[in-house]
């Protein structure tokens, strides 16, 4: 095969676009070198309308990418914001609980500061043991069938949250359940403490399967080790 024949057959091969591809990534500046080239690029819009240039097509990716980023940001300062006011309504929270001299006034400050500070419609205490105070709060014995019920659907300390089912969340709200779209429920683990604070809101949305936890952990712990102070033979 003579040469003019192999250069013939080269130019014949159809270009690998991947090449090319590769070739300007390793060259950035090879449009600049060639702005003849530059200028006779055109992108087709997407939205079917006329073509643009190569420049206008760059301006609007990175116009796209500046929304983004706004957009991010935002989402951003809304999470520090949201933050910001748990953090400031759970100081307030642990003042009020701190403040409780009896059993009876820890609960009291416990339904009322998820009701006014944490939007809860209906909350719902509910302790698990033996030779426990009963005043003004539902106990289970470690026996019973309801509470072994209870163990089952929500074990550990980690709270469980998502739409409202009637099978897996009835029993702990007692019935009082009208309207409800979404809860948590949080166990109270500080031993010899066992037991539960359910929540319910009637926003579908309020509480999901996906949503975070370690506030609503931290909330656990705090009403749970407040509560153990007033058990009898238990001090702070």
Do not use: C, K, W
């Amino acid at each position: 095969m003579t040469r003019q024949t192999s250069e013939s057959t080269a130019a014949a091969a159809p270009l690998d676009e991947t090449r090319v591809v590769a070739y300007l990534r390793d060259n950035p500046d090879l449009l600049r070198r060639h702005r003849d080239v530059l200028t006779a690029l055109d992108i087709p819009h997407e939205t079917g309308g006329p073509a643009v240039s190569l420049i206008e097509y760059q301006v609007s990716i990175l116009r796209e990418e500046a929304r983004e980023l706004s957009e991010r940001l935002d989402h951003l300062l809304y999470i520090a914001r949201d933050n910001d006011r748990l953090a400031d309504q759970l100081h307030r929270f642990t003042l009020e609980l701190l403040a409780a001299e009896d059993l009876e006034g820890i609960l009291v400050a416990l339904r009322d500061g998820l009701r006014q500070d944490f939007r809860a419609d209906v909350v719902q205490v509910l302790l698990v043991g033996s030779h426990l105070p009963t005043a003004g709060v539902p106990v289970l014995g470690p026996d019973d069938p309801e509470a072994l019920v209870l163990e089952e659907h929500f074990p550990g300390n980690t709270p469980v949250l998502g739409p409202y089912d009637a099978e897996r969340f009835g029993a702990i709200f007692d019935g009082d359940t009208d309207g409800l779209g979404s809860v948590a429920v949080i166990p109270l683990d500080e031993p010899p403490l066992r037991g539960f604070v359910a929540i319910g809101s009637r926003d579908p949305e309020r509480y999901h399967d996906d949503q975070g936890t370690e506030f609503l952990s931290q909330l656990g712990a705090l009403a749970a080790r407040v509560l153990r102070r007033m058990l009898p033979g238990e001090g702070p």
